[in-house]
């Protein structure tokens, strides 16, 4: 994928998952706008795209406000001259659950996460759609979106928000040639570690140098960074201009794409539903196969 002539932003991209994706687009030859609340984290990942050849410069701002938001979009264009691809990376968490959790834990998260994404896509979309010449929203959405997870009503709720503003957007953006899509990583990062059935085969991955076994790659479709990265590199690319309103994941060995909700069964009844008919029809009809919900727990091979 050829990126050069490209100008990107990515937001929380100062390490982890973010960093990766600015790496990746840096060395697809874009020009990579930086972005975290923490300085240092800031130069260190602007340092580390130049040491590998690529152009950056960095923008410590707290994701959220509108006015980070147009921040960003400022530096790329002073910066650069132009904003073409903007990868909304940044979030955070604060997992408690549902009998604990504060008005404050609810909404930090939402406020970064889902507000984050608002305010900074309506900003790149803006400038976008002045220069004329289309553009590329790459979300960063979360299993725990698609299917829910204990723990995370914030988290959860906001990134199944993210998705659903994909598809909304690539709607109101298509003319303007601004394709507009999610996706869905999972990658060794801090957040898996704490998981007690990837933390000890993670730990002993980086310790020993050695692959993540398949029973991850492919069974759990959990891998490193760099194996999520080249997604966002394709969605930012010219070869993704047919690509808009999708739901894509990635880890490890695994490339899915998502299916959007959709009505699985229906009943009709003459005249409408009675509270009785509904529980004669659940019991013997759409209810005999619901839905499953909640991310699989991971099962690790028996030795």
Same mark, same amino acid.
């Given at each position: 994928? =050829?990126?050069?002539?490209?100008?990107?932003?990515?937001?929380?991209?100062?390490?982890?998952?973010?960093?990766?994706?600015? @790496?990746?687009?840096?060395?697809?030859?874009?020009?990579?706008?930086?972005?975290?609340?923490?300085? =240092?984290?800031?130069?260190? /990942?602007?340092?580390?795209? +130049?040491? &590998?050849?690529?152009?950056?410069?960095?923008?410590?701002?707290?994701?959220?406000?509108? /006015?980070?938001?147009?921040?960003?979009? =400022?530096?790329?264009? !002073?910066?650069?001259? +132009?904003?073409?691809?903007?990868?909304?990376?940044?979030?955070?968490?604060?997992? !408690?659950?549902?009998?604990?959790?504060?008005?404050?834990? $609810?909404?930090?998260?939402?406020?970064?996460?889902? +507000?984050?994404? $608002?305010?900074?896509?309506?900003?790149?979309?803006?400038?976008?759609?002045?220069?004329?010449?289309?553009? @590329?929203?790459?979300? *960063?959405?979360?299993? #725990?979106?698609?299917?829910?997870?204990?723990?995370?009503?914030?988290?959860?709720?906001?990134?199944?928000? *993210?998705?659903?503003?994909?598809?909304?957007?690539?709607?109101?953006?298509? @003319?303007?040639?601004?394709?507009?899509?999610?996706?869905?990583?999972?990658?060794?990062?801090?957040?898996? +570690?704490?998981?007690?059935? $990837?933390?000890?085969? *993670?730990?002993?991955?980086?310790?020993?140098?050695?692959?993540? %076994?398949?029973?991850?790659?492919?069974? &759990?479709?959990?891998?490193?960074?760099?194996?999520?990265?080249?997604?966002?590199?394709?969605?930012?690319?010219?070869?993704?201009?047919?690509?808009?309103?999708?739901?894509?994941?990635?880890?490890?060995? !695994?490339?899915?794409?998502?299916?959007? %909700?959709?009505?699985?069964?229906?009943?009709?009844?003459?005249?409408?539903?009675?509270?009785?008919?509904?529980? &004669?029809?659940? /019991?013997?009809?759409?209810?005999?196969?619901?839905?499953?919900?909640?991310?699989? #727990? %991971?099962?690790? %091979?028996?030795?």
């Amino acid at each position: 994928m =050829d990126l050069h002539g490209k100008v990107a932003v990515v937001t929380g991209s100062g390490r982890g998952l973010g960093l990766g994706y600015a @790496r990746a687009l840096a060395a697809a030859g874009a020009a990579v706008v930086v972005n975290d609340v923490d300085q =240092d984290a800031v130069d260190a /990942a602007v340092a580390t795209l +130049r040491s &590998e050849g690529g152009a950056a410069v960095g923008a410590a701002a707290a994701v959220g406000d509108s /006015a980070a938001a147009q921040e960003l979009v =400022d530096t790329a264009v !002073r910066e650069f001259g +132009r904003l073409d691809v903007l990868v909304t990376n940044a979030g955070i968490l604060r997992d !408690r659950v549902l009998w604990k959790m504060t008005d404050d834990d $609810f909404d930090d998260v939402v406020r970064v996460h889902l +507000r984050g994404t $608002f305010t900074c896509a309506r900003a790149a979309a803006i400038r976008m759609r002045e220069q004329g010449a289309g553009g @590329r929203l790459v979300l *960063i959405a979360s299993p #725990a979106g698609q299917r829910g997870n204990f723990g995370q009503t914030n988290y959860a709720a906001a990134k199944a928000g *993210i998705v659903a503003m994909a598809r909304t957007w690539a709607m109101e953006l298509g @003319r303007a040639g601004i394709t507009v899509n999610a996706v869905v990583p999972v990658a060794a990062t801090e957040m898996t +570690r704490t998981i007690p059935a $990837f933390a000890p085969v *993670i730990e002993a991955s980086e310790r020993t140098g050695t692959p993540l %076994p398949d029973w991850l790659r492919k069974g &759990e479709g959990l891998g490193t960074v760099e194996d999520v990265a080249g997604l966002v590199t394709f969605l930012a690319s010219d070869a993704s201009k047919d690509v808009t309103g999708q739901a894509i994941g990635i880890g490890g060995d !695994r490339l899915a794409l998502w299916s959007h %909700p959709k009505e699985k069964a229906v009943a009709y009844a003459d005249g409408g539903w009675s509270s009785q008919a509904i529980a &004669e029809e659940w /019991a013997g009809g759409l209810g005999t196969d619901p839905e499953t919900y909640g991310i699989p #727990a %991971p099962q690790a %091979p028996e030795a």
